[in-house]
């Protein structure tokens, strides 16, 4: 079974309580030895380490995650092409416009973020968008 960041963080912080030894522990949550080894001795986890290479900062694609999770939670979903649009144009407001997102960028984006794969379209009824006229929403709203 694939192990995933948390489980080396859960490995390490049951290390440290020095009640088990590092390969039983590693045999337990099937992490390999040397993995957690080179962690312990400083080693960053590849995302961190390999961020300097992405186009946009960590920080950055998580404001854009929640942006679109804030625009579906709304009822107004993202496209693919929106999303990449819209990282493009945090390139060229950071001051790098010769600098676009590459070919493959949206696979990467989405694996870094799988929340976002979850995202569903979901349809609106004719009846409540047709119904949402000022009239019938100002009924709602009596004046003070």
């Known amino acids: 079974m694939p192990y995933v960041e948390q489980d080396i963080q859960d490995l390490i912080a049951e290390y ?12 337990e949550f099937g992490i390999p030895e040397s993995t957690i080894r080179s962690r312990l001795s400083g080693t960053q986890p590849r995302r961190e380490s390999s961020e300097w290479q992405q186009s946009l900062s960590r920080i950055q694609e998580d404001r854009l995650t929640q942006w679109v999770l ?10 693919y092409a929106q999303i990449r649009l819209f990282g493009n144009r945090i390139l060229k407001a950071q001051g790098t416009p010769e600098i676009r997102l590459g070919g493959h960028w ?19 009824d004719s009846a409540r ?7 019938v929403i100002r009924a709602w709203f009596p004046l003070l």
């Open 16 to 27: 440290d309580r020095g009640l088990r030894s590092l390969r039983s522990l590693a045999r």
């Open 70 to 79: 804030t625009q579906a939670a709304l009822g107004v979903p993202i496209t």
């Open 106 to 124: 949206m696979e990467r984006f989405l694996k870094r973020h799988p929340v976002l794969r979850t995202q569903r379209a979901r349809r609106i």
């Open 129 to 135: 968008v047709n119904g949402a006229t000022s009239p």
